[in-house]
């Protein structure tokens, strides 16, 4: 069975400091992974996803996560965070019915 | 991308009372999903809508308590019957984009409260 574990359930961090959100998946088939955001009061929406080829994904709001296969990760990280940056982020891989199966979340607080 | 919009955007009921949950999307998609994530928690599939066929449900979930329509390519409902507290959760549609694939597209939400 598919599954995704986000090790982290808070983040607090300072402005313009690095960040590393982590992510682990456990698939028997074909890998994809995905990073989505929710700020408060609001619906889900994608930062970036990997299906194939360069390990090394871009995404918006200057996020980028790394496939590692051998690690089973996806880790999603930005070099310098923004207060706008504050918001939950979950960690997901496509499910066997075209689904997604999603980690429980990490909530990322960026403090002045 | 696709545009979805759900209604209502929240809504606050008694308990033993039913709410139909509206999704829309701006293009014809032929998989639909409903999710529900409750307070604090990640979010969990309740089932998918394909048009022209009973949805599928996982796991827990049973066409009895959340019955899903899917009339056209555009368009779905999930009723929550018979409510209870423990149903206060927020609600939400996605479908595959129109690339096909994974990607999935999110509508806002329906935020429900059970009283």
């Known amino acids: 069975a598919q599954s995704v574990t986000q090790l982290d359930s808070q983040v607090p961090v300072f402005e313009e400091a690095p960040v590393e959100l982590r992510c682990n998946y456990s698939s028997s088939v074909s890998v994809y992974l995905f990073w989505y955001v929710q700020y408060p009061n609001q619906g889900l929406q994608l930062l970036l996803k990997?299906?194939?080829?360069?390990?090394l994904v871009k995404g918006i709001n200057g996020f980028e996560a790394e496939f590692n296969k051998s690690q089973t990760s996806f880790h999603l990280r930005k070099p310098s965070v923004h207060i706008s940056d504050t918001a939950e982020y979950f960690c997901a891989c496509g499910g066997s019915q075209g689904n997604l199966i999603f980690g429980k979340g990490t909530k990322l607080s960026v403090k002045p | 991308s696709a545009v979805i919009s759900q209604k209502p955007s929240r809504d606050i009921c008694q308990r033993g009372t039913s709410l139909t949950i509206q999704c829309q999307v701006d293009?014809?998609?032929?998989?639909m999903f409903w999710y529900r994530q409750q307070p604090g928690q990640s979010l969990t599939l309740i089932a998918t809508a394909n048009q022209g066929s009973e949805a599928t449900y996982e796991s827990g979930f049973v066409i009895d308590k959340f019955p899903i329509s899917r009339p056209n390519l555009t368009f779905s409902t999930l009723t929550v019957s018979n409510m209870s507290p423990e149903d206060s959760s927020i609600y939400l549609c996605?479908?595959?984009?129109?690339?096909?694939?994974?990607?999935?597209?999110f509508g806002p939400g329906t935020r429900l409260t059970v009283t």
């Open positions: 293009s014809q998609v032929t998989m």
């Open positions: 996605s479908v595959i984009g129109p690339g096909g694939g994974y990607e999935q597209y």
């Open positions: 990997y299906l194939s080829g360069s390990t």
